[in-house]
């Protein structure tokens, strides 16, 4: 191609030459040299359409071709990355759910598990209040058992000395406490 353009720049040369020598006038408007016109522009436009149809032409369809091939796979491509990319969300948004529904479950296992140990732990206290109340209780009867004859002992020794500052003698205690028991004995429902 190279050589045929160099070859045709050559040609060009003698003939632009040989037309300098031609007589005054525009060489254009002589119908004497309309043919070579007519022959040069052919060849010229000729030369012309082929290069352009054999050389740039097919460059710039491979060019669109490769743009267009280019763009259809950037398309495709994009696409697939849209779809991934929305099934990677649709999955961390289950996983979201997933996680949320099991938080929420230990969650309410751990509020239940709290409230089953409160509840033994209520129970427990109550068992040992009413244990402790029990004894409180028995403590306090014996106390009242144990205090009732420490008074009916108190009542007999202090009645005996009162009536031995009294009369100023010694009394029998065994009198003054038979005395004092059957007067406990009498009144002991009032008390108890």
Excluded: H
């Excluded at 999955?91 to 709290?114: F, M, R």
């Excluded at 000395?161 to 009294?166: C, G, K, L």
Aim: net charge positive.
């Amino acid at each position: 191609m190279k050589n045929l353009c160099f070859a045709l720049g050559i040609a060009s040369f003698f003939f632009v030459s040989n037309s300098y020598g031609s007589e005054a006038g525009m060489p254009q408007l002589n119908p004497e040299f309309w043919t070579s016109q007519i022959f040069w522009l052919i060849l010229v436009f000729s030369i012309l359409y082929l290069i352009i149809w054999k050389v740039f032409l097919p460059k710039i369809t491979y060019s669109i071709e490769n743009r267009k091939s280019r763009v259809v796979n950037d398309l495709d491509e994009a696409q697939k990355l849209k779809e991934s990319a929305e099934k990677k969300l649709k999955e961390y948004n289950q996983i979201i759910e997933n996680s949320k529904k099991e938080a929420k479950k230990i969650i309410d296992d751990g509020i239940k598990k709290l409230d089953r140990d409160i509840e033994n732990k209520k129970q427990k206290f109550n068992t040992e209040i009413e244990k402790e109340l029990a004894n409180v209780e028995k403590e306090i009867k014996e106390l009242k058992k144990s205090s009732i004859s420490n008074i009916n002992k108190i009542a007999a020794e202090t009645s005996s000395e009162i009536i031995q500052q009294i009369i100023g003698t010694d009394v029998n205690k065994s009198n003054v406490t038979a005395i004092v028991d059957d007067i406990l004995k009498k009144n002991l429902g009032k008390y108890i």
